[in-house]
């Protein structure tokens, strides 16, 4: 199923998507290329946040860039890597059965399938700036990607 498609599929039942993923066999670079998409939206999210930052501060907006893509293109992958390895030790600890890859692909699929929203915070972030319609936004996208992480742990851990 494309990806557009199975975003959509997420947003209806996230375990039915993961499970799917993980169906396919474990391969680490299908893991990978969803880490780095969810990264690179999430990125193209911040560009009307720090277009905005940079009118209203008069900094120049190149840096911000450049900062925002390092952080998200070479960081958050690590950082991501480190939570997903984290929260296998997690649930394993609470006798749950998992694999590594089945927690990193939870993880990763979440922050991917959550990313139309980081997408609507963004431009929210843009546009109208700090205020309520920003928190409800940012609330809105946790609960998601929380719902969609958990259900996936716990759709990775069904199929062992």
């Known amino acids: 199923m494309p990806v557009v498609r199975d975003i959509a599929a997420t947003y209806r039942g996230p375990h039915k998507v993961v499970a799917r993923l993980l169906a396919m066999g474990e391969r680490e670079d299908r893991a990978f290329v969803i880490l780095m998409a969810a990264c ?5 999210g911040q560009w009307p946040r720090l ?3 940079a009118h209203v501060t008069g900094q120049e907006l190149n840096p911000l860039l450049g ?3 390092m952080a998200w293109l070479f960081i958050a ?6 939570l ?5 030790f997690v649930f394993r600890a609470l006798r749950r059965k998992q694999t590594p890859y089945g927690s990193r692909v939870a993880l990763f699929w979440a922050m991917l399938a959550a990313s139309p929203l980081i997408l609507l915070h963004g431009l929210v972030a843009g546009f109208i700036g700090e205020g309520i319609q920003l ?3 940012g609330l809105v996208w946790l609960v998601c990607f929380l719902w969609f992480w958990m ?3 716990l759709q990775a851990g069904k199929g062992i």
């Open 40 to 44: 690179v939206v999430t990125f193209i």
């Open 51 to 53: 277009a905005r930052e």
């Open 67 to 69: 900062g925002t893509l």
């Open 151 to 153: 259900s996936g742990m």
């Open 135 to 137: 928190s409800i936004v």
């Open 84 to 88: 997903a390895f984290a929260i296998h």
């Open 77 to 82: 992958p690590l950082l991501a890597y480190a």
